[in-house]
């Protein structure tokens, strides 16, 4: 099932919002995005879409940006 978003083919499930305002994440999404029970979302209003943002223990950063380039030149004030 893949859909035109913002001219980005992405893979598109419906779902439905029950009586107790509860929406189920399909099961493909909970398994790509290793999502587990209990797993804290931040849940955004951007501009009519909701976004939903998993928040994950700082320790799984972990590594991620072992490869950026910290040396930035600073401007005199804000050492």
């Known amino acids: 099932m893949g859909s035109l978003f913002y001219d980005t083919l992405m893979d598109?499930?419906?779902?439905?919002l029950s009586s107790?305002?509860?929406v189920v994440i399909p099961?493909?999404?909970r398994e790509r995005m290793?999502?587990?029970p209990g797993t804290r979302f931040r849940v955004v209003?951007?501009?009519g879409t909701i976004e939903m943002i998993p928040i994950r223990p700082v320790r799984e950063m972990r590594g991620r940006f072992k490869d950026i380039d910290t040396n930035?030149?600073?401007e005199d004030d804000r050492l």
């Open 45 to 47: 209003d951007v501009g």
């Open 27 to 29: 099961q493909r999404v």
């Open 72 to 74: 930035i030149e600073r």
């Open 20 to 22: 107790k305002f509860q």
């Open 34 to 36: 290793n999502l587990k």
């Open 12 to 16: 598109a499930d419906t779902v439905k």
